[in-house]
């Protein structure tokens, strides 16, 4: 069976209403989740419209994955930063999160929190 050619390709997915455009010069995508960022560096990427649904295809391009960020929304909190939190004021893991995410990130802040906290209880 022969495979069809670009232009081929093209024509059909025109018809059955999809339409394909390259995003020019994109430098980098970045995908934060709770648990870890893939940054994806000079990928060939590719907007899909079909039936009034936008997708975006990512393709090539150097991949690196940190694991371990929690990502709260305002400020990346890492793994190694809750356990320095928790070590330092004696707070349960959880605790120790909950105040870096309050502090924003700060982890001087988180820890004077938690001691402060302690104490008065």
Do not use: C, H, W, Y
Request: net charge neutral.
């Amino acid at each position: 069976m022969m495979m069809p050619n670009n232009r081929e390709m093209r024509r059909m997915l025109q018809k059955m209403g999809v339409e394909v455009k390259e995003v020019p010069n994109v430098k980098l995508v970045k995908i934060v989740t709770d648990s870890s960022e893939i940054t994806i560096s000079e990928p060939s990427v590719s907007q899909v419209s079909m039936q009034g649904t936008m997708t975006f295809e990512i393709a090539g391009g150097k991949i690196e994955t940190k694991q371990g960020a929690i990502n709260t929304g305002e400020a990346e909190i890492k793994e190694e930063d809750v356990m320095l939190v928790a070590a330092q004021s004696g707070a349960s893991k959880e605790e120790a999160q909950k105040s870096l995410k309050e502090s924003n990130g700060d982890i001087a802040l988180a820890i004077l929190k938690l001691q402060e906290k302690k104490r008065f209880t």
